[in-house]
């Protein structure tokens, strides 16, 4: 069983940057991470994942201002999200799976979800 925490989510400006990071109660290493947004009531979107073998996947709206990245040793993956706009503010949660054909949007194949931290951005 491995629990995911997020953390790092805040209230920023247009323009600045937020960091999030989901941090595993066990190794991670041969999972496939990913993080979604939620802004309810719409559906979960995905954002960006990254594979365990480090390739990392992101929707196009994000594609150059977002960077997902992963630590093995410490069981963490990261979320860099630069130049935020108030179209980024939502519920961000990160996810887990073990399946070898990862299918980044299809979240019901996804074992593990965090309880997710909440971003802001003012205009």
């Known amino acids: 069983q491995v629990q995911l925490v997020e953390s790092g989510g805040g209230l920023v400006q247009t323009g600045e940057s937020l960091r999030l990071t989901c941090a595993a109660s066990g190794s991670i290493r041969n999972y496939d991470r990913a993080w979604c947004c939620q802004v309810p009531p719409m559906n979960r979107e995905f954002v960006a994942g990254i594979t365990r073998l480090k390739s990392p996947h992101y929707t196009n709206a994000v594609k150059g201002r977002f960077t997902i990245s992963i630590d093995n040793a410490k069981n963490e993956v990261y979320l860099q999200m630069n130049s935020l706009t108030p179209e980024a503010a939502a519920t961000y949660s990160c996810?887990?799976?073990?399946?070898?054909?990862?299918?980044?949007?299809?979240?019901?194949?996804?074992?593990?979800w965090g309880q997710g931290t909440r971003v802001t951005v003012s205009s």
């Open positions: 996810a887990a799976e073990t399946s070898l054909t990862i299918q980044w949007r299809d979240f019901s194949t996804f074992d593990y």
